[in-house]
């Protein structure tokens, strides 16, 4: 896919945190992060198993039919699912553990029926390359095909229709509005639905820090 590029980060610090949500600290993600890339000779190779690894062996909510809204990094590794979100936190903790730098993306999606979505999906940055290179562990299934790919981004929805929008930011944390849903949303469908009233990215002067965005309900 020909996509927009990334808007690099003014710095790397914030993507190597750990927090409530991207739990890059708790014992179970640091000991999975280490333990599946144990053969991994650099970084690239780590990532693409941390990737790989979160895509194919976490459901997607959605997909596997799943009510549960998990949302912090190790809740979704307890329950093996979670929506794109939550396996966005997932795979950024997981890196952060080993020490790569990783960030949250989002794009605004039309649906078949009309109706508007928020997706979340990642980025990391790949020293060996100076590169940051974004990467939608979301899970795929027919019509979607995302992978790890360094030359071409292969995400899982290539914005298409007017209205359609993919951030060129990268954020250390989930933003505000999308963290608010949270409280207001009963299940994972609920959730889902309500994450199209999230019109517009951050207003670019908070947009580095991630805390701020233009939610309309």
Known sequence: MHLPPIIPPASITPFLSCSRVINCTHAEIRTLARTITNTGSDDIERSRTLYTWVRDSIAHSGDAGYADLMWNAPDVLTAGHGLCFGKSHLFVALCRALGIPAGLCYQRVRREDGSWVLHGLTAVYLEQLDKWIRLDP?????????DF??????????PTHDGEWLDQHVYPEPWQDITHLIELSSNALDFIKKSGNIRYPPIPEVRQQGTRSTCST
């Open 138 to 146: 979301r899970g795929n299934k027919p019509g979607i095909d995302a």
């Open 149 to 158: 790919s360094l030359e071409m981004e292969k995400i899982a929805y290539e």
